[in-house]
C-alpha cells in the first residue's frame, strides 16, 4: 500500500517506523555508558551499508569503528557516551522517566514550547531534550506551512522586507486620513498574499477565505485601533523581536529558584504607544484558552511579557503594568485578550480590547511561576522522574504519541501516582478562591 494512502487512513507509514526506530536506539544510548554493536562487513562476496544511525555517530565524532581482525568479517562500532564521566555515580535506570545525569542544562534556555512541555507533561520534555526524532504527519507539516506564510504576509505588511529583502515600501499611517486606512491596508494585504503565497495557493479556498474575510476583519482591527489613539504611529513597533542570546536578538534572563533561565524565541508584534504598549502573538486559527492562559499551562504570551519586562537592556524594558496583551487569530479574523496591565485597563476599555473581566497580567505570571518553581523543585532538585502527566488533553498534538509509554500497562500504576499536575492547580486555585 502506498506510503502517503497509509498515513490518510490512520496505518503506520514509514515516518512512523523510522521514529520508532530512531526512538529506540537514542534511548539505548542515553542509558547506556557504553554500547558497542557488531555487524558483518560483507553479506555473500557484497559490501555490507552501516545504518544512518552509526554513519550520524560517526560524522559527529561521538563513535570509533574498530576492525577486528582477528574475527573474519567483523566490524564494530564502538559509541562513548558523552556522559562517561559521571556514569560512576549511577547504575541503571532505576525506574520509568529516569534520567541518572546532571539534568541542569535542560533549563539554562527555554522557549515558550518547551516550558509548556515541562508543565504540562514532563516525560515529553524529557524526550525532546534528549533530540529524539519526532513524528510529523502530512496534515500537520500542511497546517504549519499556511501558518508560516500567514505570519510572512503580517511581517512585511508592516516592515515591508523579507528576509532583508525590501518587497514593499514600510507601512507608514500618518501618511494617509484615517478615512483612508482600511482601503490602503486591504490593498497592501492582497498584494502581499499574491506576492509570498506559493503560486498552489492561488484560487485556493484559504485564498479566497483572506481575501474576503480574514483580511477585511484585520484592516477593520488595525483601523479602528489608529483612529482611537492620539499618535496614529505607534511611538515604537517591534515586529518579530527575537529573544535569546544569538545575534541580532535580545537577552532576557529570569530566575527560577536560583536557576537563570534564559527565555528564547520570537515575539510578533509589540506596539507602543504614548497610553501603553499592545503585545499580540499571531495564530493561524485556534488560540489558547483563556482558562489554560490563566492557570499558567499555556504559557506562551505569559512568558513573552514576562521576557520584556526583563530585558537586559534598561531601555527596551517595557512594565507589565503598562501593557495589553492577546491574540489575533488570522483566519478566524478575530482578537482575543488573555489579559491587562493595571495601568492600560483604562485605555484597553477605550479600544474595545479587553472587558472589565480580563485577569491582571501580574496575577497569571505569578500564576505560571508557581507552577515553573514546582516543576523545577520536584524533578531538578528533588531529582524525581520524568513522568508523564494521565490528563490525556496533552497528548492530541505530542510529537512522541506513538512511542510514549502512558498506556503501558506495566507501568500505570506508577504514572497514576506521580500524575500530578490537575492536583496541583485544584489547590493552587483553591488557595486563591
Known amino acids: 500500500m502506498d506510503d502517503w494512502l497509509k498515513s490518510r487512513i490512520g496505518l503506520p507509514g514509514w515516518q512512523y517506523v523510522e521514529s520508532l526506530e530512531d526512538t529506540t536506539f537514542h534511548l539505548l544510548l542515553s542509558r547506556l555508558p557504553q554500547v558497542e554493536l557488531f555487524y558483518a562487513d560483507e553479506e555473500k562476496m557484497e559490501t555490507t551499508v552501516r545504518s544512518r ?3 550520524s555517530l560517526l560524522c559527529q565524532d561521538k563513535a570509533e569503528l574498530i576492525h577486528h581482525s582477528n574475527t573474519k568479517n567483523l566490524e564494530s562500532f564502538f559509541f ?11 547504575d541503571t535506570f532505576s525506574s520509568f522517566g529516569d534520567y541518572p545525569y546532571p539534568r541542569a542544562n535542560f533549563i539554562k534556555k527555554t522557549s515558550a514550547t518547551s516550558l509548556k512541555k515541562l508543565i504540562t507533561c514532563p516525560y515529553h520534555f524529557l524526550m525532546s531534550k534528549l533530540d529524539l526524532q519526532k513524528l510529523g504527519m502530512p496534515d500537520d507539516s500542511r497546517n504549519k506551512n499556511e501558518g508560516e506564510y500567514l505570519h510572512k504576509i503580517v511581517e512585511v505588511f508592516f516592515t515591508g522586507s523579507l528576509n532583508q529583502k525590501k518587497i514593499i515600501d514600510p507601512l507608514d499611517p500618518d501618511s494617509h486620513a484615517i478615512e483612508d486606512l482600511k ?22 479556498p484559504l485564498y479566497f477565505h483572506l481575501i474576503r474575510y480574514a483580511w477585511p476583519q484585520y484592516a477593520e482591527h488595525l483601523t479602528k485601533l489608529l483612529s482611537h489613539t492620539p499618535l496614529k504611529k505607534p511611538v515604537g513597533s517591534y515586529k518579530e523581536f527575537k529573544l535569546g542570546n544569538y545575534p541580532n536578538s535580545h537577552n532576557s534572563t529570569t530566575h527560577i529558584l536560583n536557576y537563570p533561565i534564559t527565555i528564547i524565541g520570537s515575539i510578533d508584534s509589540i506596539d507602543r504607544f504614548s497610553e501603553g504598549y499592545i503585545l499580540t502573538d499571531y495564530k493561524r486559527k485556534y488560540v489558547e484558552d483563556p482558562i489554560s492562559v490563566r492557570k499558567g499551562i499555556a504559557p506562551q504570551l505569559l512568558l513573552y511579557a514576562k521576557a520584556i519586562s526583563e530585558l537586559q537592556q534598561p ?23 488573555q489579559a491587562v496591565g493595571e495601568n492600560a485597563r483604562e485605555w484597553g476599555l477605550s479600544l474595545g480590547l479587553i472587558t472589565k473581566k480580563t485577569p491582571s497580567i501580574e496575577e497569571l505570571i505569578n500564576n505560571l511561576d508557581s507552577l515553573w518553581q514546582w516543576r523545577i523543585q520536584s524533578i531538578f532538585n528533588n531529582k524525581e522522574n520524568f513522568y508523564p502527566e494521565t490528563d490525556k488533553r496533552w497528548c492530541s498534538l505530542c510529537d512522541y504519541k506513538g512511542v510514549c509509554r502512558l ?27
Do not use: M
Not at 183 to 204: A, G, M, V
Not at 408 to 428: A, G, V
Open 183 to 204: 482601503k490602503i491596508f486591504l490593498q497592501r494585504l492582497k498584494f502581499l498574499t499574491d506576492e509570498i503565497l506559493p503560486e498552489e495557493y492561488i484560487s485556493s
Open 53 to 55: 544511525f552509526i554513519e
Open 80 to 90: 562513548l557516551s558523552e556522559k562517561e564521566s559521571t556514569i560512576a555515580q549511577y
Open 315 to 337: 531601555e527596551l524594558r517595557l512594565p507589565l503594568k503598562d501593557g495589553i496583551f492577546g491574540y489575533w487569530s488570522i483566519l478566524n479574523g478575530e482578537w482575543k485578550s
Open 407 to 433: 498506556d503501558d500497562p506495566k507501568f500505570k500504576e506508577i504514572i497514576e501516582d506521580n500524575s500530578r499536575l490537575n492536583k496541583k492547580l485544584e489547590e493552587q486555585f483553591a488557595l486563591k478562591n
